[in-house]
């Protein structure tokens, strides 16, 4: 399966293995709650995963790369202690707590996570003294004598042995009492994940025309060569700052991310024309309707790689604005939901300022409990901080309720009035890149790719859901059923 499917996969695990009955115990028995045991390359976003499950369903998670631990630290410490049998004292060994429950016990008490996700990494890479100790976790959720707290559900990850010669195979036993999900590399999984996460444009342009180059692990006489998601997230990390402070992404550079000299060189080679046709091209001219008088003849003449490349560039310009909007609409959505909190119940309160006080207190309160547990994405995070300070900076002024309500208002009336223009420029940077897009390839393949990114695309699609924009409505239509769809997936595989 893919990331994807691995991680809804356990969505429904955790949210089956904490279901309760109607006396307060779970459902499943917390020793018949088969770990689950996540098998796949290096790289490919199992730990991600994790903190994107504990997040949608709202519970804690304890990470920890196993290969890091001694048996004493994932044990405990040996001490004598005293007991009595039978009238006579013996001396027993007992063992502290183990660091990585104390862990659980510390997230329990800090953030009030009574339920959450112990996630152990690299499980089947641990030293010899400590692989015992590993499969009496797996098949007894056990670290010595001390058992995981109930309501924690434990998920482990490990490579096969083709990435790591490190890697310990399970026995029979321990297979029978775990979950195993094989997991594989996907990039049309990962690029959703990167839409997400805005990394490079150039990267994701250059994959969709090289997919095979996304994931690839080879070893011939030079030594074992490599390429991982983790590889080109980390390497768009980079080139966007690099580009920042105009300081030059060589093949070198490249190299110390993608150890595949071949693909290495390729995106090096490709991340220079990117960056050449977005000036050849004047993609920001495009958008204002302002198309150079070359540009049609060449892109007649141009190769499949600089037709796909320059319908990319203007894709990701366009982008941009919908990020723009959509970061401006979340916060006019959640503004408006404190406004209406507050329009409900003004009336009814002896205080209106004192009251709006206490709402926007309450509302802080909560979003930093969840904030320190780990519940709110970056995002989320940002908006909320935004709302907060247009929320103080627009303090209601006046006596009386309806007069305090409508001085509150006045913010979010500004606010609404912004976002309607960004929304403008939006549509008509839009429509001139339909435009384009018509007068330079028709209704082609370079066509298709463009609706269909714009479909794909999350802030893109809420935008055209909110918004008719007339050639899209068309050339969804027309073209994102059949067989153009179909042969322009089948060049992209190529």
């Known amino acids: 399966m893919n990331i994807k499917e691995a991680k809804e996969e356990i969505k429904h695990t955790v949210m089956a293995y904490l279901k309760k009955d109607e006396k307060g115990k779970y459902r499943i028995p917390a020793i018949r709650q ?20 504990a997040r949608e369903c709202k519970i804690g998670l304890v990470s920890y790369t196993i290969t890091h631990h001694t048996r004493q630290s994932a044990v405990g410490l040996p001490f004598i202690k005293e007991e009595s049998f039978e009238g006579r004292d013996y001396s027993v060994t007992e063992y502290t707590m183990s660091e990585i429950i104390a862990s659980i016990y510390r997230r329990i008490r800090d953030y009030g996570n009574k339920e ?26 056990k670290f010595g004598n001390q058992e995981i707290p109930e309501g924690w559900i434990i998920v482990a990850a490990g490579n096969p042995p083709e990435y790591n010669k490190s890697v310990r195979d399970f026995d029979m036993v321990t297979l029978d009492r775990v979950r195993e999900l094989d997991v594989s590399a996907d990039f049309r999984v990962w690029k959703s994940y990167a839409i997400k996460k805005r990394l490079h444009p150039a990267i994701l342009s250059y994959l969709e025309l090289r997919p095979k180059n996304f994931y ?50 390729d995106f090096s080679a490709y991340l220079d024309l990117y960056h050449k046709y977005e000036d050849d091209y004047g993609i920001a001219e495009i958008l204002e309707g302002r198309v150079k008088s070359t540009v049609y003849a060449r892109l007649e003449k141009a190769a499949f790689d600089e037709k796909f490349s320059v319908i990319h560039l203007l ?40 009251y709006y006080v206490n709402l926007l207190n309450q509302k802080k309160s909560r979003f930093e409990a969840e904030k320190k547990a780990g519940l709110l994405s970056d995002d989320e995070i940002k908006i909320e901080e935004r709302l907060f300070g247009c929320l103080a900076e627009h303090f209601p002024e006046g006596n009386g309720a309806k007069e305090c309500f409508l001085s509150a208002k006045e913010g979010f009336d500004k606010q609404r009035e912004t976002l309607a223009k960004e929304e403008n420029v939006v549509l008509t940077a839009l429509n001139y890149a339909f435009s384009f897009v018509e007068e330079a390839f028709g209704a082609g393949e370079e066509m298709v790719l463009f609706v269909t990114e714009l479909t794909l695309n999350a802030a893109s699609s809420l935008f055209l859901s909110r918004h008719m924009v007339e050639k899209y409505e068309q050339y969804r239509k027309e073209l994102l059923v059949g067989t153009k769809k179909a042969e322009l997936l089948t060049e992209l595989q190529r």
């Open 216 to 265: 690839r692990v080879e070893a011939d006489v030079d030594g074992l060569k490599f390429v991982t998601a983790r590889g080109w997230e980390d390497l768009s990390n980079l080139i966007e700052l690099y580009e920042e402070m105009q300081i030059p992404v060589t093949e070198e550079v490249i190299g110390e991310f993608l150890h595949h000299e071949d693909v290495a060189c």
């Open 315 to 354: 894709l990701d310009a366009l982008f941009e604005h919908f990020y723009k909007v959509q970061t401006k609409t979340q916060l006019t959505d959640v503004w408006y939901q404190f406004l209406k909190e507050y329009r409900t119940n003004v009336e009814n309160v002896p205080e209106p300022k004192e």
């Open 34 to 53: 088969r770990p689950i045991l996540l098998m796949g390359p290096p790289g490919i976003g199992k730990t991600q995963i994790m903190e994107q499950v």
């Open 116 to 141: 959450g996700i112990l996630f152990i990494d690299e499980i089947n890479c641990v030293s010899e003294t400590l692989a015992p100790t590993m499969l009496q976790f797996l098949q007894c959720k």
